[in-house]
């Protein structure tokens, strides 16, 4: 699983790709600067994690962990070419959710494609790209499906009738998303672009790294009104920051009244965008939070960490981040009877400390 950032040319999208992996992909102030997109690993900040390691000691912490690509900026004609518009589209179909980079800052030392700042205008040129590339691939998918609902293909069928829905929603102006995911599941395969979530990331300058004013607001006013979620960076503190050591970034961040980077924040919203939340395990080799979409079983859980682990599963023993804060140790959290036992059947829940019993 993985989240692409996209944005128009010059919103910040390389800067704010370089802080959150410290990758150092190019970033100039000219157009299509990235062409070919960088891919990056970046951690997922979690509390928890040092909470569990105050109660059980350990060689090491290991975090969660996600994958960032950094596409290169779209522009209006996209969907026709332009800019190399068809490459980079096919960029963003192969990720499973995006970020999209607004710029909300004025700075006359860096260009605007469209010659001045406007994030509504930005986003809409983005999505419009977009649903036109989405309504031409749904126009061509429906012309070979209905050739196969002539022979009676109970799959193409259900595949035409997803299809139409797509079409309703993109000649209305809304993207693929807007329809439920269970309406358009034969379509998973096609990766349309809209059925993408989005995570709007407000970029700011340094002179307001809260994102106090107008274009901020109209950002957040705007995903309101279309379910999405908005986190307010300045890209380029964030990368001045990546580059210090712990006092001294520890030291900026107090001088700036900011409790931790905001680009963990972005991360931890990246990871829910993607599906995912995170079980723990935890001994004196290390603890470690692991990556699990919501809703998986417990010996789905079992096999991120060894597919053994999930065909041999016998069952689970399971307590809270909040059981060890109360009962300061694996031994007393037995003792009270609040170690669970789950079977086959159990959904992993966000903040599990598991650890998985099986025979192979």
């Not at 931890?268 to 395990?281: D, E, K, M, N, V």
């Amino acid at each position: 699983m993985e989240a692409g950032i996209v944005g128009l040319p010059n919103v910040g999208k390389s800067t704010l790709f370089n802080a959150l992996t410290a990758a150092g992909a190019e970033a100039s102030n000219y157009p299509f600067c990235t062409i070919e997109p960088n891919v990056g690993i970046v951690p997922v900040p979690d509390s928890r994690l040092a909470t569990i390691n105050k109660f059980i000691a350990t060689k090491k912490i290991v975090p969660s962990a996600l994958k960032l690509v950094d596409i290169a900026g779209l522009v209006r004609g996209a969907s026709k070419g332009e800019g190399l518009g068809n490459k980079f589209l096919s960029h963003i179909r192969n990720v499973d959710a995006v970020l999209q980079v607004v710029r909300c800052f004025d700075n006359e030392d860096v260009s605007h494609v469209d010659g001045s700042v406007d994030p509504i205008r930005d986003i809409a040129t983005i999505e419009t790209e977009l649903m036109l590339a989405d309504m031409q691939q749904v126009d061509d998918t429906i012309q070979k499906t209905q050739k196969l609902t002539r022979g009676g293909d109970k799959e193409a069928t259900a595949r035409l009738e997803a299809l139409a829905l797509c079409k309703a929603a993109l000649d209305a102006g809304k993207p693929v998303r807007s329809i439920k995911e269970d309406q358009r599941g034969p379509l998973k395969s096609l990766g349309l672009l809209t059925a993408k979530q989005v995570l709007y990331v407000a970029n700011v300058d340094e002179t307001n790294p809260t994102g106090e004013g107008q274009l901020v607001a109209k950002v957040r006013a705007y995903a309101a009104e279309n379910g999405g979620e908005v986190v307010v960076v300045c890209a380029k503190l964030e990368a001045e920051l990546a580059e210090l050591d712990a006092a001294d970034r520890l030291e900026m961040l107090n001088s700036l009244g900011m409790a931790e980077p905001a680009l963990a924040a972005v991360a931890r919203a990246t990871y829910r965008l993607l599906g995912f939340q995170s079980f723990f395990t935890a001994g004196e080799m290390e603890i470690r939070a692991w990556p699990v979409p919501r809703g998986a079983t417990a010996p789905q859980a079992a096999g991120v960490i060894h597919t053994d682990f999930e065909k041999g599963f016998i069952r689970a023993e399971i307590y809270s981040v909040s059981d060890l804060e109360k009962h300061k140790t694996e031994a007393a959290i037995r003792a009270a009877g609040n170690l669970r036992l789950e079977g086959k059947s159990y959904a992993t829940q966000d903040g599990d400390v598991c650890h998985f019993l099986f025979n192979v």
